[in-house]
Structures are given as C-alpha cells and as structure tokens.
C-alpha cells in the first residue's frame, strides 16, 4: 500500500501562484511515476504533469510553461509550482502513485483560483 498526501492548495487570485507538494509514504519502491491530474466540477479528470523517479517529465500541453513539476526523491515527494494561475485552472488536483501495474491517488488539494 501507498499513501498519499497533498497539501499547498488553496484560493489566489487570477495572475498569482501556488506550490503543490504530494508526500508519498508506506511500500515504495524507488523506480516509479508520480505525477498530477486535475479535476473540475462535471469534468473529468485531466493528466497536468507527471515525473518519473529518474528524472523524466511529461505536461498538459496547454499547461507547458506556466507548471512545473518537481521531485525529491529522498522524500518521495512531488511538487507543482503553478504560475499565472487562471480562473480555469481551478480544480481538485490529485495526486497520483504509479509502479507497473499498481497505481494510487491522494484524496485531493482544492486550488480554487478568483477572476
């Protein structure tokens, strides 16, 4: 089993900036996925970013350049800066844990973003 936790979400204003962090914990091996996904109200949910443990990444195309995706390995811990957030960017952002066939979420961080 594998936990996770989001924290860092929250209300900003249009323009502004949050860090999201995700701290996995419990059975983790060190090659694997870890990565964001986004889900606002009557959509479904949307891949934002994804980072494997050797350091590859992967956006949303229509997200490249205003989020950035981080991790410290030593912490199995992920990270989203997100900059010049938009109205449309408000969402639950989730966290997600992959290892071949395995996969795990957080329970979600609310970004919530004000025009």
């Known amino acids: 089993q594998v936990q996770l936790v989001e924290s860092g979400g929250g209300l900003v204003q249009a323009g502004g900036s949050l860090r999201l962090s995700c701290a996995a914990s419990?059975?983790?091996?060190?090659?694997?996925?870890m990565g964001w996904y986004r889900q606002a109200p009557g959509k479904q949910r949307d891949l934002v970013a994804t980072a494997t443990s050797g350091g590859r990444t992967n956006y949303a195309d229509s997200l490249k350049g205003r989020f950035t995706i981080s991790r410290d390995n030593a912490k199995n811990t992920v990270y989203l800066q997100m900059n010049s957030l938009k109205p449309e960017d408000t969402a639950v952002y989730y966290c997600r844990y992959v290892r071949g066939p395995y996969y795990y979420w957080g329970r979600g961080t609310q970004v919530t973003v004000s025009s």
């Open positions: 419990g059975n983790i091996f060190t090659d694997n996925v």
